[in-house]
Nanobody, 123 residues
Framework: QVQLVESGGGLVQPGGSLRLSCAAS????????MGWYRQAPGKERELVAG????????QYADSVKGRFTLFRDYGKNTIDLQMNSLKPEDTAVYYC????????????????WGKGTLVTVSS
């Protein structure tokens, strides 16, 4: 069973920075997509940023453009989210997401989610 293991959440003051990390825990054959979503209290889960391997493109939510940056490490099967100039409205549980296939089932691409890491932006 593949696990996406997240780390890096916490409490930060407005204007501060945090870096979230996500690593896939099992032998990976290919990753089609890897990214981050978030869900604030009382709101639906939304895409924050993602990286598509096939087109080598990154996408960002309008609300985080210019403040958040993705870093993808192909060798380690990780994706980091560097978050700068954080605002109170960035407070949410952040989830790692990936569409990938394992070495054991290279033709079977499935979607996986991490358990989430809480980011709180508050003074």
């Amino acid at each position: 069973q593949v696990q996406l293991v997240e780390s890096g959440g916490g409490l930060v003051q407005p204007g501060g920075s945090l870096r979230l990390s996500c690593a896939a825990s099992r032998s990976i054959f290919s990753i089609n997509y890897m990214g981050w979503y978030r869900q604030a209290p009382g709101k639906e889960r939304e895409l924050v940023a993602g990286f598509s391997s096939g087109s080598s493109t990154q996408q960002y939510a309008d609300s985080v453009k210019g403040r958040f940056t993705l870093f993808r490490d192909y060798g380690k099967n990780t994706i980091d989210l560097q978050m700068n100039s954080l605002k109170p409205e960035d407070t949410a549980v952040y989830y790692c997401n990936a569409d990938l296939a394992t070495i054991g089932q290279p033709r079977n691409v499935l979607t996986y989610w991490g358990k989430g890491t809480l980011v709180t932006v508050s003074s």
